[in-house]
């Protein structure tokens, strides 16, 4: 069903009837597009747009009655500590819900391994850096958090970034030109595309994880810009479609057109290669990859990123990029906490094991049930539902479930792609594995969503 918003926001008392709830949630679908935002919706509620804040109160107001209502679930706040089950509030009570929307695939942030190195920095150096790497918020422990990165990822240097999308969006900010070429790849995370669209190039986009596509894009360039430096940027696993890179191909294609390549191993680190290295690592390509990037938001259970690649680019890196320059090194506490997080990453592989256990029982079972699963080889479940108009109300059927995910609307994903991203814990437990997927079986039945056939 293509459901259409309103012209206006239905009522903002808890909706009634079930068309209420159709109404309300085909609106938070749409709001969630700038484009329907900025025109649609201003132009019916008459924002006056000489005053740079009225679009902001109409987007507010509509935020606000999608809460009230408790069809919007974004930014609850979470009860308890981070796990594979949490405490939250949703209908005026406290709940315990199966958490499937965090990507600490490891645990790692609630090891007390972890812990034990962070309460130890805290006393010895204390909370923040105090100033920018290049100023003086570098210490010996920075130097060895980026020293072990580089050895580990198989490249000459590493410096750390303040946060993941910085270290994937900087070298594209710092070593692209006007005149060059940006070459992404049409699943990318925002700060690839933030990376390409504000290095002022010409941005070229190939279909998703398509080698053909993407030398067909690499000739036209060349063709046509035969002196142009091109990046292309890809990610190492794309968890909302649940495949991993074709590697050996991308590589291959880039070396031919004389293309810089650089991979954001984001959700891979942790999840793929022998010792949880990425994608770069299971296919042993480190020499051949120009720069490897990574956040230490997802497995490593913490925050913060960095780049990987020959020493040169990584000391133009420190100087040219605003990010590191202009913005405060990673707290030394945090670092202590990535170096034992990694630490443990590379040398306990039963962490990484359970993981992929619980991930193919879930993505098994889903299969099992009929549900679309779009891939398997990422530490999500993706299951797509392809029907924007019911993703907000399969949620709240799922958090009365005791379930928590968010449900992924255009343009996260493209249009009539909505999916749910299942992120898979190591330490998700069989019976709530079971039952997440016996109530999707339920709903899935309940919105009438197509049953694929399967073998399994
Ligand atoms: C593919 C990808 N790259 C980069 C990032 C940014 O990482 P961070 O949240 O650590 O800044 C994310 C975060 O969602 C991501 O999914």
Redesign the pocket.
Known sequence: MDLQPTETLPGSTVPKTHEEVEQLSAYAVAISNRDYLLNQHCASTQVDHSDLFGKARAYSNVIHTLRKTGVMQYGVPIESKPGPTVTMEFFGEKRTMIMFAS?DYLNLSTDPRVHAAIDKTVREYGVGAGSSRVGTGFSYLHKELEEKLAASFGKEAAILFP????A?AAPAMTLIRPEDRAVIDGSS?A??LEGAHLSGATVRVFAHNNPERLEDTLRRSREKFPQSGILVMI?GAY?MDGDVAKLPEIVAICKKYNARLLV?E??SIGVHGKQGHGVVEHFGLASEVDLIAG????SLGA???FVAADRDIITYLNFMSRKIMFSAALPPILVAGVSAALEIMESDSSLRERLWENVNYLARGMKQIGANVLGTDTASVPVLIANDGVMFKFTQDLIQEGIFTFPAVYPTVPKDRSTFRLAVQSQHKREDLDHTIEVFSRLLKKYRIASIPTNH
């Open positions: 990507n946060t993941g999308f910085d994937v995370h700060c690839i990610e968890s954001d984001a959700h956040t230490f938001s997802k925050t913060g990123g």
